[in-house]
């Protein structure tokens, strides 16, 4: 199967399709799917365009929705809205583009969502984004030699020295719901380099922007001037794909046979 991949796409549906276009996607008349390795929406302004995408790619079976923890966001976001909750519209989730995305997908706006809480959330669960794209997301696809995720598989935590490290568990595989959100905010690359890596496989990963591997695991840019890199980030045990599209203007997408 080839599979093309892409992560943190964030509701650049324009971008999206170009940079599929340009990797051969729609011409490929070989079986193939594309895996999106989390965070859909939020940011980009064309939610209603990626979820109607999204919607026509499960008809056809030719995608792997992997969950993020935007993902995460946009739910919470609309339970704090159903138990009438207005402030987490003034929030992080202001700043992060799920206020956005949550009120584009439910046809509202903030007047309509700061008074009328509940209703705007009711509209949100009738969404195809809600109904449809979020019951297809999973925690992680594995092929033979490749494994999906979003931030990083499950793994121990603790703190040394003051920072964060983490440390390999063969079970993570049969980790529970709350390990999975957490996992999806783990720097995979970082993780990478701690020796949290699955034996005789790549994970591929998403959620932190790889001009952090090219600048502080690499040392070969800085991280966010301008000779930042954000194309793929190859290294031992781990791909990162994420380009920080809303402030780079670029999209990665690899393509894989396996």
């Known amino acids: 199967m080839k599979y093309y991949v892409v992560a943190d796409v964030h509701g650049y549906y324009s ?6 276009k340009e990797k051969g996607f729609f011409d490929d008349k070989e079986p193939h799917k594309l895996v999106i390795c989390g965070d859909v929406l939020d940011r980009g302004e064309e939610p209603k ?3 109607r995408f999204l919607k026509q790619l499960i008809k056809t079976d030719e995608v792997i929705l992997i969950r993020g923890n935007h993902e995460d966001l946009i739910l919470e976001l609309a339970e704090d809205l159903y138990k009438g909750n207005v402030i987490s519209l003034f929030g992080a989730h202001r700043s992060n583009g799920t206020r956005g995305s949550l009120l584009g997908l439910a046809n509202s706006n903030l007047i309509e969502a700061s008074h009328e809480p509940k209703l705007v959330a009711k509209k949100f669960y009738k969404t195809g984004f809600y109904k449809e794209i979020i019951p297809k997301m999973v925690n992680y696809y594995e092929t033979k030699n490749y494994i999906f995720v979003h931030g990083w598989i499950p ?3 603790i703190v040394e020295n003051g920072e964060y490290k983490y440390v390999y568990k063969s079970d993570w595989r049969d980790s529970d719901s709350k390990s999975w959100d957490e996992a999806r905010w783990i720097n995979g690359m970082y993780a990478a380099s701690l020796g949290v890596i699955e034996p005789k496989k790549t994970i591929i990963c998403g959620h932190w922007h790889t001009s952090y591997g090219h600048s502080v695991l690499e040392g070969n840019c800085s991280e966010f001037g301008n000779d ?3 194309s793929p980030y190859y290294a031992k045990g781990v791909i990162g794909l994420d380009a920080c599209t809303a402030y780079s203007g670029q999209m990665n ?3 894989i046979d396996d």
């Open 49 to 51: 365009e990626m979820q």
């Open 228 to 230: 930042a890199d954000y």
């Open 15 to 20: 971008l999206l399709r170009n940079t599929l």
């Open 253 to 255: 997408c690899i393509v």
């Open 155 to 157: 793994c121990l935590e």
